[in-house]
C-alpha cells in the first residue's frame, strides 16, 4: 500500500512522542489526517487557529514538550500568527505544521485558493526558523532540526510547510520513521564556570534572578540559593521555583523598588534563564532597574547575554546544568542574610495598592484552596496584580500573557492546552469579559475535549484595566465600555456550568466544587467580589 508523506509525517511524529495535535481541517490539509485515522495521536479542533496557537502554547508550558498544530495555507497562516508571536515572546516550544500551494502554484499571483505571496516569509519573523519541505527526502531532517531547537537552544515555534504536491507525494522509499538521538541539554564552558564559583564564593551579599528559562531548574536552583544564603527574585515566568513558605523566596517583580533595592545592595547577581525583558524589570518603563554589583548571566541564547545589563561573566548554557554544576564545585558560604533580605524586599508588598493588594488575597485562596491548581491568565486586572506579587504554589503552575507580547484571547484556549497536558491537576484561566470575547468559541472546543476547566471571569462590562489608564493619564475613556452579551447563557448553551462566589468562603468552596466537576465550570465574579477581598487592607489605612 501507497504511503503519502503527510502519512509518513504523522508517523515521524508518532515517533517523537507527539500525543496531540490542534487544528482545523481543510481541504489542503485532509491529507494530514489520513494518517492521524489510526495513530495514537490526539487531534483537538479549535474554533479558531489563533486558539489553536494558544492551546499548543499552554500544553507545551505544563508538559515541557513542544505543542503541535496543522494549520492550512494562506488564512490559516495569518490567524494562528498571534500565538507563534506570543510563544517567540516567551520562548515556548511549538511546532506549526502547514501546507503551501504546490510548486508552481505558490507565490505565482495566479489565485490559487488560500495563496499568499511569501507565506514562509511572513511566518519566518515569529519562529526559530521556517522551513519549506520541497522533496518527501527532506522531511525527517527537518523535523530533527526543529526537535534539536526544543531540546538544546532557546525554544521557540518551528514552522514546516509542506507544499500540497510534496504532502500527496508517495514516501515508501523512505526509511521506517525514527526519532533522531535527543540532544544533551548545553553545560557551562569550565573557564567560565570556575571564575563563577570565585565569584560566589567572594560573595558577602549574593543574590539570584531566575526566569522562564530556569522553570525545569526548581531543585537544582534551591539547592543552590541554600548552599549561598542568595534571595532568589522570580519573574513571572519563574514563580513556584521557590515555594512561597521558603524563607529566601522572593515573588515581589523586580519592577517595584524594594525589591530593586535588594538588587541594588547585591554584590554578586546570578542570572538564571531570564531576558531581563522590560515588562519584568521595568514595567512602569522609569528606567530605575540596575545592577551595580557583579553580574553572572547564564542563557541559552548567546545574543540574549548582550542585551541589557552587561554581564561580567556570560554563559551560554541551560540553567539546570548550569545551577547544578555551580553548586557541586561550592562550599555553603554561611550566613549571607539572605532570609532577612527576602523577607525585606517581600514587605514591598505591605505598599502596593489596595486594590491590587485585595487581587493578590484572591489568587492566594484560589491557590491555597487547590494547590496542585495551574494558573493560566490572559491580559485582565487580576493576572496584573498577579505578576505583581503573586507566590505560586509550584513551577510552571501561574503563567500569563500579560508579559513581553501581551495578547489578549490567550487564557481560555491555553487553559485548555494545560489541562489535556496534565488531566488529573485542576487548570483555573484568569480572564475579563473583554479578553474571553476574543476567542469566545473555545467555550465549545472545551467541552468538546472534555476538559473541565475552571474559568475565573471578571465581568466589569468591558476593557476595565485599559479604562482606568486612560483615566489615569487624563483621556476620556472611548471605546472601553463595550456591550457585554449574557456571557453566563453563552456557556451554559456551550454544556458549562456556572456559579457567581459572592465571598471568600463561597469562593473556595465553588473552586472545591468546580474540581469535582465532570464539564467545565465558570465561576462569574464583578467588582463587588473584589471590593469584599480589598476591605480588609482599606481598614488598615
Not at 491580559?379 to 507580547?405: D, E, I, K
Not at 476574543?438 to 475552571?454: C, H, M, T, Y
Not at 469535582?516 to 488598615?540: H, N, S, T
Amino acid at each position: 500500500m501507497t504511503i503519502s508523506t503527510g502519512q509518513y509525517l504523522t508517523a515521524l511524529l508518532e515517533a517523537y512522542g507527539v500525543d496531540v495535535v490542534f487544528g482545523i481541517p481543510g481541504v489542503h490539509t485532509v491529507e494530514l489526517y489520513r494518517g492521524l485515522d489510526g495513530s495514537s495521536i490526539r487531534h483537538v479542533t479549535p474554533r479558531h487557529e489563533q486558539g489553536a496557537g494558544f492551546m499548543a502554547d499552554g500544553y507545551a508550558r505544563v508538559s515541557g514538550r513542544p505543542g503541535v498544530c496543522f494549520i492550512i495555507t494562506g488564512p490559516g497562516m495569518t490567524n494562528i500568527t498571534t500565538a507563534m508571536g506570543q510563544a517567540y515572546a516567551d520562548s515556548i516550544p511549538m511546532l506549526v505544521i502547514s501546507t503551501v500551494n504546490s510548486h508552481g502554484r505558490m507565490g505565482s499571483g495566479e489565485g490559487w485558493l488560500h495563496e499568499m505571496p511569501d507565506q514562509r516569509g511572513m511566518i519566518e519573523k515569529v519562529a526559530a526558523f521556517s522551513r519549506t519541505i520541497h522533496r518527501p527526502e527532506e522531511l525527517a531532517t527537518a523535523l530533527a532540526q526543529a526537535f534539536a531547537v526544543f531540546e538544546g537552544a532557546r525554544p521557540r515555534p518551528v514552522h514546516l510547510e509542506l507544499p500540497m504536491n510534496v504532502m500527496l507525494a508517495s514516501a515508501d522509499h523512505l526509511p521506517a520513521p525514527r526519532r533522531a538521538a535527543a540532544l544533551a541539554r548545553p553545560a557551562p564552558a569550565p573557564d567560565a564556570l570556575a571564575k563563577a564559583r570565585q565569584f560566589l564564593a567572594d560573595a558577602k551579599r549574593p543574590m539570584i534572578l531566575v526566569g522562564g528559562g530556569a522553570v525545569r531548574a526548581a531543585k537544582a536552583v534551591q539547592a543552590l540559593a541554600e548552599k549561598l544564603d542568595a534571595p532568589v527574585v522570580m519573574t513571572t515566568n519563574a514563580r513556584g521555583l521557590l515555594p512561597p513558605s521558603h524563607p529566601l523566596a522572593v515573588s515581589l517583580t523586580p519592577s517595584m523598588p524594594e525589591t530593586r533595592q535588594l538588587i541594588t545592595q547585591a554584590d554578586v547577581v546570578l542570572a538564571l534563564g531570564t531576558e531581563f525583558g522590560l515588562t519584568d524589570y521595568d514595567f512602569y518603563e522609569d528606567g530605575g532597574f540596575d545592577v551595580p554589583g557583579r553580574l553572572i548571566r547564564v542563557d541559552l541564547d548567546p545574543v540574549q547575554i548582550r542585551r541589557g545589563p552587561l554581564a561580567d561573566i556570560g554563559m551560554i548554557a541551560d540553567a539546570n546544568e548550569a545551577a547544578l554544576a555551580l553548586a557541586s564545585g561550592l562550599a555553603a558560604l554561611g550566613t549571607c542574610d539572605g532570609a532577612a533580605r527576602a523577607a525585606k524586599a517581600m514587605r514591598g508588598c505591605a505598599n502596593l495598592p489596595v486594590a491590587m493588594r485585595g487581587d493578590l488575597k484572591m489568587l492566594e485562596v484560589m491557590r491555597d484552596t487547590l494547590p496542585d491548581a495551574v494558573l493560566v491568565g490572559d491580559s485582565t486586572q487580576l493576572v496584573y496584580a498577579g505578576n505583581t506579587g503573586f507566590a505560586a504554589a509550584t513551577p510552571g503552575s501561574y503563567f500569563n500573557s500579560a508579559t513581553g507580547f501581551g495578547t489578549l484571547g490567550y487564557g481560555l484556549p491555553a487553559a485548555i492546552g494545560a489541562a489535556l497536558a496534565a488531566p488529573k491537576r485542576p487548570v483555573i484561566a484568569l480572564v475579563g469579559d473583554g479578553g474571553l470575547q476574543f476567542l469566545l468559541a473555545e467555550l465549545v472546543s472545551a467541552v468538546e475535549a472534555e476538559v473541565p476547566v475552571i474559568l475565573m471571569l471578571h465581568d466589569n462590562n468591558g476593557y476595565g484595566e485599559i479604562k482606568s489608564y486612560m483615566q489615569s493619564n487624563g483621556i476620556t475613556p472611548l471605546g472601553v465600555d463595550i456591550l457585554t452579551p449574557d456571557i453566563a447563557a453563552i456557556a451554559a448553551a456551550c454544556g458549562w456550568k456556572v456559579k457567581r462566589p459572592e465571598s471568600a468562603e463561597s469562593l473556595s468552596d465553588d473552586l472545591q466544587g468546580a474540581a469535582k466537576a465532570a464539564c467545565p465550570v465558570m465561576l462569574i465574579f464583578g467588582d463587588e467580589l473584589r471590593q469584599k477581598f480589598q476591605q480588609p487592607f482599606a481598614a488598615r489605612q
